[in-house]
């Protein structure tokens, strides 16, 4: 990240702290629908959906033979690993799904998020992230937005971590915006700049796939 960054990334924390005590949710900022907030613990020990496990097993990204639930590397097809989410209003979730991925598994240090879509009888993956899913928001295009949260190490490994908009363009989606840093919402006045500089941050550090 060019050093600039460091001066815009204060300035927006800053003048954030100093607009209020009521800290505002990206909800708050856009015209896109209702939020709804995620926060994935991964412990649940059983599917919510019986079309989960065999979805796993078509996708082969995990072992149906595995027992051991603490083997990161060689995972079993277990909720200890994974969660689905719906994003596409009324296709069912075999046919549409967000598909969140715990840290570690596979020898990947952070979360990963991978959207797939049935085209015929193939799931196709449409996007990878390296990032949590943090959120969704319901869209005219019928197809969720999704807010994901990237991290990022900078000066002297201090963490980073931008909150993101991506929004179904084109069969797939799309960054729209950086909408919070640090949890700090973005000031109008340094948005277009922030987006593309973040943008480009998460492409560099090829945190998109």
Not at 91 to 107: E, H, N, P, T, Y
Not at 111 to 138: C, D, Q, S, T
Not at 188 to 202: G, K, L, R, Y
Request: contains cysteine; aromatic residues 12%; glycine residues 4%.
């Amino acid at each position: 990240m060019r050093p600039w960054i460091f001066i815009v990334l204060l300035l927006v924390l800053v003048s954030c702290n100093e607009e209020g005590t009521t800290k505002k949710t990206p909800a708050q900022k856009t015209q896109v629908g209702t939020q709804t907030d995620i926060e994935c613990l991964f412990d649940e020990t059983t599917f919510a959906s019986p079309d989960e496990y065999p979805l796993l097993k078509e996708l082969k990204i995990c072992d149906e033979t595995q027992k051991d639930l603490n083997n990161y590397d060689v995972p079993a097809c277990n909720p200890k690993f994974f969660k689905f989410y719906p994003f596409i209003e009324n296709k069912k979730l075999k046919d549409a799904f967000v598909l969140l991925i715990k840290s570690r598994v596979q020898g990947f240090p952070l979360r990963r998020v991978l959207v797939f879509e049935r085209e015929g009888k193939e799931l196709v993956k449409v996007n990878g992230f390296v990032a949590n899913l943090i959120g969704k928001r319901k869209s005219a295009s019928k197809h969720d937005d999704l807010i994901l949260r990237f991290n990022d190490k900078v000066g002297m490994g201090e963490v980073v971590f931008y909150n993101c908009l991506y929004v179904w363009k084109d069969k797939h989606y799309v960054f729209k915006q950086v909408e919070q840093i640090n949890d700090a919402n973005i000031k109008t006045e340094f948005q277009d700049s922030m987006n593309m500089e973040i943008e480009t941050v998460i492409t560099k550090n090829r945190m998109v796939f």
